[in-house]
T-cell receptor, first 113, second 110 residues
């Protein structure tokens, strides 16, 4: 069956450390993968997109990797801050699909001072 | 710049009552529009998407329907709500690959 899996348990880290979140998928062949941030009671906010032919993408303190062989994406936040505390969602996108996305359930990140 | 509006922000409705949630987008033309539902602690479930006026595709057969009467207006409806319709409803728009979400409507069916 088709699945997208993100760490169901919350990730707790100390301020200043690097947070690493994982997104694994099964029986999908996405053309690209996206990461979103969602704060409680709010809509998700787009962060980064990485295409199937890209290994790594960076934006400020964020880094995303995409391994289509392992069917996995890693999302890193370096020098984490308490303001980075939120739920992070990964989403798979497919070519020719009217930009339809399939979302994972998300991982909650808590950065402690 | 583009903005997306949803209303109402919260709604409490009894079982069997009708539903109408509205979403409007400003600052863009002919966007793709989407309705999602998010249950507590769960991922986003795509309900409907639209690539143009009057063009609606349903992803999951259920008690809900959608309409797009104008280019930048997307409406989610139900004739009779079920308890299982409770959740956080999100509207989104896209022009390219990334999607931009509205603030959401928290629906509680009692």
């Amino acid at each position: 069956s088709q699945k997208i899996e993100q760490n169901s348990e919350a990730l707790n880290i100390q301020e200043g450390k690097t947070a690493t979140l994982t997104c694994n998928y099964t029986n999908y062949s996405p053309a690209y993968l996206q990461w979103y941030r969602q704060d409680p009671g709010r809509g998700p906010v787009f962060l980064l997109l990485i295409r199937e032919n890209e290994k790594e993408k960076r934006k400020e303190r964020l880094k995303v990797t995409f391994d289509t062989t392992l069917k996995q994406s890693l999302f890193h936040i370096t020098a984490s801050q308490p303001a980075d505390s939120a739920t992070y969602l990964c989403a798979l996108g497919f070519s020719g699909g009217y930009n339809k996305l399939i979302f994972g359930a998300g991982t909650r990140l808590a950065v402690h001072p | 710049s583009q903005t997306i509006h949803q209303w109402p922000a919260t709604l409490v409705q009894p079982v069997g009552s009708p539903l109408s949630l509205e979403c409007t987008v400003e600052g863009t033309s002919n966007p793709n529009l989407y309705w999602y539902r998010q249950a507590a602690g769960r991922g986003l479930q795509l309900l409907f998407y639209s690539v143009g006026i009057g063009q609606i595709s349903s992803e999951v057969p259920q008690n809900l329907s959608a309409s797009r009467p104008q280019d930048r207006q997307f409406i989610l409806s139900s004739k009779k709500l079920l308890l299982s319709d409770s959740g956080f409803y999100l509207c989104a728009w896209s022009e390219w690959s990334e999607q931009y979400f509205g603030p959401g409507t928290r629906l509680t069916v009692t």
